[in-house]
């Protein structure tokens, strides 16, 4: 079964710090990588996504790293804030199955920022 | 903006009762998805389509069904409610093109199967 894990369950960070989420994944088909960020009571919304083509992608303060060899991707958020505090999905899709990223997500990490 | 929504927000039904999800989306995107939230498993795919009329099963489709009778609506059926449904329902929308489409979701749908 295909299967995207996350690390940690749950994270609180201080205001103005760097948090660092992690993913792993097994199936080696996989080549696009969307993080989602989820607020309480919304679903989620596409925060940064990479291809496997690429080891770093950046937007802003968010950065995602990826590494094929070890079948890991992070997710790096520098200069944290409060309003960052939400649940963090990393997901995963195969190469293209007619036309749609079949979407896998791990199971979700939730951030806390304090001030 | 790109808009999913859905209908009821929160539900309460009973074992053994018929429960429909209902989605819209006026994005005009081909690519619909039905997922379960559950604590600790992230979002799993059940139903998903890609054209009106027509449906594919996801990750979990056991105990679910999924009607799309157009492009802007398509619904999530369970015929006859468990407990083991208690869960909270996203429905979202892509255009479907190149394999790395972005997904909108909608707001979710609280169902607490008693």
């Known amino acids: 079964q295909q299967q995207v894990r996350q690390s940690p369950q749950s994270l609180t960070v201080w205001e103005g710090g760097t948090t660092v989420l992690t993913c792993s994944y097994e199936d080696s088909t996989f080549n696009y990588f969307p993080w989602y960020q989820q607020f309480p009571g919304e679903g989620p919304a596409l925060l940064i996504s990479?291809?496997?083509?690429?080891d770093k992608k950046e937007d802003g303060r968010f950065t995602t790293f990826f590494n094929k060899r070890e079948k890991k991707l992070s997710l790096h958020i520098i200069d944290s804030q409060p309003g960052d505090s939400a649940t963090y999905f990393c997901?995963?899709?195969?190469?293209?199955?007619?036309?749609?990223?079949?979407?896998?997500f791990g199971e979700g990490t939730k951030l806390t920022v304090s001030s | 903006e790109a808009a999913v929504t859905q209908s009821p927000r929160s539900k309460v039904a009973v074992t053994g009762g018929k429960v429909t999800l209902s989605c819209h989306q006026t994005n005009n995107h081909d690519y619909m998805y039905w997922y379960r939230q559950d604590t600790g498993h992230g979002l799993r795919l059940i139903h998903y389509?890609?054209?009106?009329?027509?449906?594919e099963k996801g990750d979990i489709p056991d105990g679910y069904k999924a009607s799309r009778p157009s492009q802007e609506n398509f619904s999530l059926i369970l015929e006859l409610a468990s407990l083991s449904q208690t869960a909270v329902y996203f429905c979202?929308?892509?255009?479907?093109?190149?394999?790395?489409?972005?997904?909108?979701f909608g707001p979710g749908t609280r169902l607490l199967v008693l």
């Open positions: 997901a995963a899709s195969p190469l293209n199955q007619g036309g749609s990223a079949k979407l896998i």
């Open positions: 979202a929308s892509s255009d479907g093109t190149g394999g790395q489409d972005t997904q909108y």
């Open positions: 990479i291809l496997s083509v690429s």
């Open positions: 389509s890609y054209v009106a009329d027509s449906t």
